[in-house]
């Protein structure tokens, strides 16, 4: 016999578990099996479990991430378009820009006042505004003449998916 085979059935544990009788030995066989089963499921099984959990919330997540990037697309090509140099002059007053680029964003309509506040800044008013066109003009405000927004506040308008803007521009520099 081997010496670890001769260890084993030398051990006490062994001569204990002889001395069982057989009802005793399938019980604690049971009792053993079950015992290494939890162990198998809750150090092997469960935390795989959570893990494909994880993984499919986070999956979920990116796939939101990229769809939000997706629907963005047009919007940031639009803008990178717009980003070559500015046509009109930049050493035109702020609210002269201000103005044109408004009236040709299509805000005409909806500027209800402008009115300059110092030499680097105009305060201007929209009211009954398509929202988008608002964003595009202060984005193009921003890209093509260096002009940044210093105060903004929306408010839904009385029409129906209109807004009512009040904004501070600042020309940098």
Do not use: C
């Amino acid at each position: 016999m081997k010496p670890l085979a001769k260890a084993i059935q030398s051990s006490p544990l062994v001569a204990q578990w002889h001395a069982l009788k057989p009802r005793q030995q399938m019980a604690l066989g049971a009792l053993a099996a079950v015992l290494a089963a939890v162990l198998i499921f809750t150090q092997l099984v469960e935390p795989l479990l959570e893990a494909k959990v994880d993984a499919r919330a986070e999956l979920a997540y990116h796939q939101t991430t990229l769809n939000q990037i997706e629907r963005a697309r047009p919007i940031i090509e639009r803008l990178q378009a717009r980003s070559e140099p500015s046509t009109i002059k930049t050493n035109q007053s702020l609210l002269s820009v201000t103005d044109e680029t408004a009236r040709a964003a299509g805000l005409a309509g909806a500027l209800s006042r402008m009115e300059p506040n110092g030499e680097r800044t105009v305060n201007v008013w929209l009211d009954g505004a398509e929202f988008e066109v608002v964003m595009d003009w202060l984005s193009d405000l921003s890209v093509t003449q260096g002009v940044e927004v210093e105060r903004l506040s929306v408010n839904r308008s009385e029409q129906a998916d209109r807004v009512d803007v009040r904004v501070s521009l600042m020309r940098g520099g």
